[in-house]
């Protein structure tokens, strides 16, 4: 899969999903989440046969993420609107595609192709209860502190423009370090508020993180600084008694010039 694009504000009706079967096209090194527009690349037999069948579904597809194993797909897809069409510049062919909702997976049918075709069921999410409110709130702060230590200016501003509980909770989409099967367990979240305590927890637990390894890094920083600090002291130290003609132990030396001082 290849680099996002865009983003949409505008929450899609999810009556005007396709009710019927729709072709598969799998992803097997990422997660496409609703409201991002992605480029996605043609690379297999299968892709390029998704994208032919589109044109036999209003030009839409449904994005299933697929496990490293290759024999498992993820329970929730991506219903995704073809945008255009074109040529990497490598010359494998791709697609830009919208992804304007959530969708069951559901069994397989035979179709005219030779594209994998199941049934879909959109997913109505609904109005966003109080309580999702109330925890998008803590989200987005949470989310704009781990932006500004990451020194994400464009996710800042991606994340002033949404405003929507269930786009907050995808936003975590965007995040590069995301582990792939978290961002499955995102898109297969159906329920808003949950979806966005996932999110809180992850992005605490990466901030805690962020702050021991910077930790870390300060007590090394330190730690090699007092030991040049002393390493320094002993040789001066050492250069002082060699010019008075002093034997001894080095550090008798230093310990009692740092009894005087």
Request: charge should be negative.
């Amino acid at each position: 899969m290849a680099e996002r694009t865009d983003t949409d504000t505008d929450r899609p009706d999810a009556e005007n999903l396709n009710p019927g079967t729709l072709p598969v096209l799998p992803l097997a090194s990422g997660v496409v989440l609703p409201q991002m527009v992605v480029t996605l690349a043609l690379e297999t037999d299968e892709a390029r046969a998704a994208a032919d069948a589109a044109a036999e579904a209003e030009s839409e597809l449904l994005l299933v993420p697929r496990f490293p194993d290759g024999g498992r797909y993820g329970r929730v897809g991506t219903v995704a609107k073809i945008e255009n069409k074109g040529t990497l510049p490598g010359g494998t062919p791709a697609l830009v595609v919208r992804a304007i909702g959530r969708a069951h997976v559901g069994a397989g049918v035979i179709g005219a192709t030779s594209a994998l075709w199941v049934h879909t069921e959109a997913i109505d999410e609904g109005e966003p209860s109080e309580r999702a409110i109330e925890v998008a709130a803590d989200v987005r702060a949470v989310i704009g502190a781990l932006f500004d230590r990451l020194g994400g200016r464009r996710l800042a501003e991606v994340l002033n423009d949404v405003k929507d509980p269930s786009q907050l909770a995808d936003l975590a989409g965007w995040w590069p370090d995301l582990a792939f099967e978290r961002k499955v367990e995102l898109l297969e979240t159906v329920d808003v508020e949950a979806r966005l305590e996932k999110v809180l927890e992850w992005t605490k637990e990466a901030l805690a993180e962020i702050e021991v390894n910077e930790k870390i890094r300060k007590d090394v920083s330190e730690g090699i600084e007092q030991n040049q600090r002393e390493f320094l002291l002993r040789q001066q130290m050492a250069s002082i008694r060699k010019e008075l003609g002093e034997d001894g132990d080095g550090e008798d030396v230093i310990e009692e010039y740092r009894t005087k001082i």
